[in-house]
């Protein structure tokens, strides 16, 4: 494995902007330049006894995302230098050490360990269930011995290091499924599936035939019970991007290995919680053999798939009890069990007013309608479920307890109308206002806001990957996580580039966004970086944070959040860090306790704006390769 690298390269070759000055000026500006170089030399020299200082940054040339070298924008020193007593003001810096290499897949929210003092009804104990303050780990994650850099997308899709996920399960329970094979020192993904053998792409080819998959129409998906998300792997050449989740395993690792491919996904469960997701978020939500009880509970589950499906979205399924007659016996099922469980699914989803559009070979599809209208005319006041009450929130999902109620749609004055607005097709759709924003349903936000937001986040990725060699070059990371979304325009502004974004539009935050986000064709969740997020260690390639430490500023210790960064961060990942000058200088501080290399750089818009920008690269470290009771040894 290469060492480590550093991304960072000079922004100051060119510079955004030059004054131009009247030639008559030109005598005066350079006498005042010699005149303030002198003076600043002269204190420089003063204050550190007569020996010049110029702050320097580790500087290391190769790597996996980049083979050449390249100079260093200097560091920007923003200690004290008061000539009187500094002893009360000098900062100390706190060290993190490893953690043990048992934590080495630590998902803290889904620990297996504590999931066990939880309800296993309806799966609670496979829901989120975070530690205390006091059991949090003030340690840093390590990586498995001998961890390499995922292969490059396209080719991680099909092959993953066996070092970066250890676990041969899968291989033995999928052998006959095409799901995974094990090769020499790294996994290949065929594309298979237990509904799917002939490949993902072959599956995904008989829904195109059954729905258009191809006009822009369709765009976000989810994918219930993901296994290894080959499905969503292989819809994003078709432009359409998918969130898939699964529960924390014990020990197959299937959403470990579909990030490792460089697929979106997180760890989640339908349980007794909503989904982390907003009102009308997917275009399409899909279930291959995903084991959820559809038809159980009055409907629960399916009642909150017609919450986040946006009105005319499709839901697919396929597996048991779908063309049961056919598979019965291989199913290890009674055909009047089969029967029951069709059954129910279909009195559920005709109850929440879906049209099924077909059923064909081994899958179903069954459509949203477009507004609830006429469905509201057809029911009778009795019938259940009722809808929800128009106090309630659509979009609030953090936390928030599933009910056997149906999310209405917003209101419409004719059934032809689709409620909420009619969205864009793909890839139109990233830019256009978004219909909650020219609805006005998010206050706050106008359709000129959403413009600027757009135009300066163009500006702003054209900067970063002026400083960051990750984003600079094509194809150097792929996993992304933007920790304080906003309206997506981080993301928005790398779409072109082969990158995914998890947009994260945080429950403190001042306005809700995130179904802006959805509707501009990208795809994200809510979380609290008071918490763990619900991903494995190793997760994202870059992490993007913007004004994360200042929102929350007194809610929650910054070392926490920086030490989840680091449990989510790949080796050689880096992190862009904006925030106000003050605020970074101390995150910059644990970083150092962290073994990172940072630096602070300028805004874009120059030296003279006090918000700043601050570039960390996580050095690569791994756990060493005997004994696990040894702490984990650092390659430097």
Not at 256 to 283: C, H, K, N, T, W
Request: hydrophobic share 35%; aromatic share 10%.
């Amino acid at each position: 494995m290469a060492g480590p690298f550093h991304p960072y390269v000079s922004a100051t070759s060119k510079p955004f902007f030059y004054p131009y000055w009247k030639k008559s000026n030109l005598l005066g500006l350079a006498l005042v330049s010699v005149l303030c170089s002198l003076s600043y030399l002269l204190g420089v020299w003063q204050h550190n006894g007569g020996a010049l200082v110029v702050p320097t940054s580790r500087l290391v040339n190769s790597g996996p995302c980049t083979d050449i070298q390249r100079k260093i924008s200097p560091v920007m020193d923003f200690s004290s230098h008061h000539s009187g007593d500094d002893a009360s003001m000098t900062v100390v810096t706190k060290h993190y050490p490893p953690c043990n290499i048992e934590f080495s897949e630590y998902t803290p929210c889904e620990d297996t360990k504590r999931s066990l003092n939880f309800d296993r009804d309806k799966l609670i104990y496979r829901e989120r269930h975070c530690p205390k303050k006091d059991e949090l780990l003030k340690c840093r994650v390590p990586a498995p011995f001998g961890y390499k850099y995922p292969f490059q997308w396209p080719r991680s899709r099909e092959y993953v290091w066996y070092a970066n996920v250890p676990h041969k399960e899968l291989t033995v329970e999928k052998a006959v499924q095409n799901w995974i094979r094990f090769e020499d020192d790294r996994f290949k993904f065929p594309g298979g599936g237990t509904m799917f053998p002939n490949g993902a792409d072959a599956y995904i080819d008989d829904i195109g035939n059954l729905i258009n998959l191809k006009d822009g129409s369709i765009r976000t998906a989810i994918d219930t019970g993901c296994g290894v998300a080959s499905w969503g792997a292989y819809l994003l050449s078709r432009n359409i991007l998918t969130v898939s989740f699964a529960p924390r395993d014990t020990h197959e690792a299937q959403v470990q290995f579909a990030l490792e491919r460089g697929v979106p996904a997180l760890i989640g469960v339908m349980a007794s919680i909503r989904l982390p997701y907003p009102s009308r978020a997917f275009d399409m939500a899909h279930c291959s053999r995903c084991l959820i009880p559809w038809g159980q509970y009055d409907g629960l589950y399916l009642i909150e798939v017609d919450r986040i499906l946006r009105p005319g979205g499709y839901w697919i399924l396929s597996g048991p009890p779908i063309n049961w007659k056919k598979h019965w016996k291989g199913w290890a099922r009674t055909k009047e069990d089969l029967e029951k469980e069709q059954t129910q699914i279909e009195t559920v989803a005709k109850s929440l007013c879906w049209n099924k559009l077909i059923e064909k070979g081994d899958i179903a599809i069954w459509q949203k309608p477009t507004s609830h209208i006429n469905c509201k005319n057809n029911r009778k006041v009795s019938r259940k479920p009722q809808f929800c009450s128009s106090a309630q929130n659509p979009d609030k999902a953090w936390y928030t307890k599933l009910e056997t109620c149906i999310t209405p749609l917003p209101e419409v004055s004719d059934a032809s109308e689709i409620a909420g607005g009619q969205l864009a097709k793909w890839p139109e759709r990233l830019d256009a206002i978004p219909p909650r924003i020219s609805s006005g349903s998010v206050a706050g936000v106008t359709e000129e806001m959403f413009r600027k937001n757009t135009q300066l986040w163009n500006r702003r990725i054209g900067y970063y990957k002026a400083i960051n060699n990750q984003l600079g070059q094509k194809g150097k990371c792929r996993n992304l996580l933007d920790m304080n979304a906003y309206l997506g325009g981080f993301a928005a502004a790398l779409a072109d580039d082969p990158v995914w974004v998890m947009n994260i539009v945080p429950t403190e935050a001042r306005i809700d966004t995130l179904g802006i986000i959805y509707e501009r064709g990208l795809i994200g969740t809510y979380q609290s970086w008071t918490e763990a997020m619900s991903t494995y260690p190793r997760t994202y390639d870059l992490i993007h944070a913007d004004s994360v430490f200042s929102l929350y500023e007194n809610r929650c210790e910054i070392e926490d959040i920086l030490l989840e960064m680091d449990r989510i961060l790949r080796p050689e990942g880096s992190v862009i860090i904006r925030d106000d000058v003050d605020i970074l200088v101390k995150v910059k501080n644990i970083m150092d306790g962290m073994n990172w290399d940072s630096q602070i750089v300028d805004h874009e818009d120059g030296p003279h704006v006090r918000e700043k920008i601050l570039l960390g690269l996580k050095l690569y470290w791994t756990a060493p390769e005997s004994s696990p009771n040894q702490e984990p040894k650092t390659v430097s």
